[in-house]
């Protein structure tokens, strides 16, 4: 049995390999989704094709509608991206296949301000650096810029359905889409977001309120 790395040796191996080097005892990362490289033998039904500005990093999509795609105004996001807010398009992990540069990748934690592979974590390509993806514990947040979109169908499974934090906003965005405060379903719906669904989400936070009291758990 090999005997522990001590944890500043650990480090820099875990720095290395957010750049994408291969590092002994570290790298089981690129044998698990969405990491893990499909053999040309293995099915995987391509949907989509995607790329970063340079093209060392491309990977294919099995998915063709997301999860969910929304626009993230969270300060993380603006700073991130450069950007007034973030378009992302939720998927399974197991639903991306990289088919060049999953070597060429290199990671950040924004809580921790670190290039360790600890989830959640930013993906970028280690060259030009395009956001690839947001990698979460469960699921994976793609940028549908980078996915070459052909048809208006297409375009349309990828549609924004709501703003999330927008209350850290820097700009107002009139498309009547809802708007939450901070997680979608999980705050308030404000701005101009559809009556009915503020209605709707009122009614149900009454509804948990009322539950609560119930129980004894009369606090917000």
């Known amino acids: 049995m090999e005997a522990p790395l001590p944890q500043n040796k ?27 490289v499909h053999e040309p ?4 039904p391509v949907k989509y094709e995607a790329n970063c500005h340079c093209g060392r990093v491309k990977y294919q999509l099995s998915r063709r509608e997301p999860l969910d795609s929304k626009l993230c105004h969270c300060t993380t996001c603006q ?11 939720i ?33 970028r390509c280690a060259y030009c650096h395009s956001p690839i993806m ?15 979109l052909q048809t208006d169908e ?38 101009d977001s559809p009556p009915e669904m503020v209605r709707e989400n009122e009614r149900e936070r009454e509804q948990k309120r009322g539950e609560r009291f119930k129980k004894g758990e009369n606090k917000e």
């Open 10 to 36: 650990k480090s820099e191996l875990e720095k290395n390999q957010s750049r994408g080097a291969s590092t002994k005892g570290l790298s089981e990362w690129k044998q698990r989704p969405p990491y893990r």
């Open 41 to 44: 033998n293995e099915k995987f």
């Open 79 to 89: 700073t991130q991206h450069a950007a007034p807010f973030q378009w992302a398009a």
């Open 91 to 123: 998927f399974h992990k197991t639903d991306i296949n990289f088919v060049n540069g999953h070597h060429d990748l290199e990671w950040y934690d924004p809580t921790a301000k670190s290039i360790e592979h600890k989830l959640p974590c930013k993906v």
């Open 134 to 148: 947001d990698e979460g514990r469960n699921m994976i947040l793609l940028f549908p810029s980078l996915i070459h």
């Open 154 to 191: 297409d375009r349309a499974f990828f549609k924004p359905r709501c703003h999330m934090f927008y209350g850290q906003r820097v700009m107002d965005i009139p498309d009547g889409l809802p708007k939450w405060s901070g997680l979608s379903g999980e705050s308030e719906l404000i701005e």
